[in-house]
Each structure stands twice: as C-alpha cells, then as structure tokens.
C-alpha cells in the first residue's frame, strides 16, 4: 500500500468520525463544539475543509515517521532506545 492510499484511508476514517461524533454533539445534544459552519469551506458545520487538510499533512508526517522506524535498518536503533 502506498504512502497516499494510507493519508487517504487515514482522513476518511477521521472524518467520518468526526461527522458522526459532531452531529451527535451539534444537532442532537446542542453543545455547538466542533462548530465550523461559519467558515467558508465547512461541510454542515462538523467538517472544515482547511482542517481536513492539515490533518491529512499530520497523517503524512506520522506515517512517514513510522514508516521510517519500521525499516530494518532501524530496528536495532529502537531496540536499543527503548530497552
């Protein structure tokens, strides 16, 4: 699997928890946190597009960072780190 498939299955999963979990909130118990409905770019208020993509760099940066300790040249380095 590729580095973008991972960023895209990553923010979709964030997203539609984030939707599910703002509705909930916003809508049916009225707590209005997560509230971006007045911003140009949100989609029903829960889900701002500016946001969206900033985590999408936040999941890229994580998973190049735990790609780059998974390799087997590093594995020794970790162990040694956290043994």
Do not use: A
Request: charged share 15%; hydrophobic share 50%.
């Amino acid at each position: 699997m590729t580095m973008l498939e991972k960023c895209l299955i990553g923010i979709v999963i964030i997203l539609i928890i984030k939707f599910i979990s703002g509705v909930i909130l916003n809508v049916w118990l009225g707590f209005r946190i997560w509230d971006y409905s007045n911003t140009l770019e949100s989609l029903y208020g829960p889900i701002c597009l500016l946001y969206s993509l900033l985590c999408f760099l936040l999941i890229l940066l994580v998973i190049y960072v735990n790609d780059y300790f998974n390799e087997e040249k590093h594995q020794d380095y970790c162990k040694v780190i956290y043994n």
